[in-house]
């Protein structure tokens, strides 16, 4: 072969190589880049899933619970501010209500920190929320006869609040019901319910109230403030009087005046349910 000729074959054949190793080194750092851009787009997914997850999983301030020590209520952290009034409507039909029991009397032999309303012959009075709580525990016993069901309530704030002598209960609070020990006589040890549930302000609890058969309509209501003991809880001979059963006695409220003040005043203006005691109460000085 003549020299020129092969010299040119040479050219050729370095052009054909030189050409391949810019087409590898482009594919390379096009597949680099590629490859550099995936991860750091896993990492920005990943991160934004976990910011979101940590936004959804932040205790907030109606995650807050209470619990009883044996001497005390705490909070399971920092508890959000609490209504003010304590209680900002009632859970009963105010025109309905012919008398008021009022909270910290001694009735049927037995110190009560409830108090309650009671009314005429007509069983048929809906009981309301009165409050955003979570439902801690429920009992549902036999008394003269039928079926009574008793909730207690705690809102995250603090404040605590109970109703017993239901008799027909909301499909919702039937459904809670139904998860409690059967009905004994005389039997209402309460059972909590675990965990809590978190019910809404304006929420139906019951439908018919008190005793069907005897007509003796009433329903108990008590209000309770967790954060600090009663002024009566103060008294030695009180306070050693309840020492058992300091858990609510220690912390009952005169709720009558834990309402707006409109209400409040026509509360306080109706008669008292308890013949023996009237209105006197150790919460309602």
């Excluded at 019910?199 to 403030?225: H, L, Q, S």
Aim: glycine share 8%; net charge neutral; aromatic share 10%.
């Amino acid at each position: 072969m003549p020299a020129f000729l092969k010299q040119k074959k040479n050219l050729y054949i370095f052009g054909l190589i030189f050409i391949v190793i810019i087409v590898a080194g482009a594919a390379f750092f096009v597949l680099s880049m590629g490859k550099v851009t995936k991860t750091e787009d896993n990492q920005t997914s990943t991160a934004s899933q976990n910011e979101g997850s940590n936004t959804t999983n932040k205790p907030t301030a109606s995650d807050v619970t209470w619990q009883f020590s044996g001497s005390a209520w705490t909070p399971s952290s920092t508890a959000p501010t609490c209504n003010d009034p304590l209680i900002p409507t009632l859970p009963v039909n105010l025109e309905s209500v012919t008398s008021i029991l009022y909270p910290g009397q001694t009735r049927g032999g037995n110190y009560k920190a409830h108090g309650g309303f009671r009314f005429g012959s007509d069983n048929n009075i809906s009981v309301t929320l009165p409050l955003d709580a979570s439902v801690t525990e429920g009992s549902r016993y036999i008394e003269s006869g039928e079926v009574q069901y008793m909730f207690t309530f705690i809102n995250s704030c603090g404040i605590a609040y109970r109703f017993d002598h239901l008799h027909t209960l909301s499909e919702k609070f039937q459904t809670l019901a139904n998860q409690l020990p059967e009905a004994k006589v005389d039997d209402s040890r309460t059972t909590p319910f675990n965990p809590p549930v978190k019910v809404t302000k304006g929420e139906i609890v019951a439908t018919k109230v008190g005793f069907v058969n005897t007509k003796n309509v009433g329903v108990d209501f008590g209000v309770y403030d967790l954060r600090t003991p009663n002024a009566a809880s103060k008294n030695a001979g009180f306070a050693a009087a309840h020492e058992n059963f300091k858990q609510y006695i220690f912390y009952g409220t005169c709720w009558l005046k834990e309402l707006p003040t409109d209400i409040s005043q026509k509360v306080l203006a109706l008669p008292a349910g308890d013949s023996a005691n009237g209105k006197t109460s150790d919460y309602c000085k």
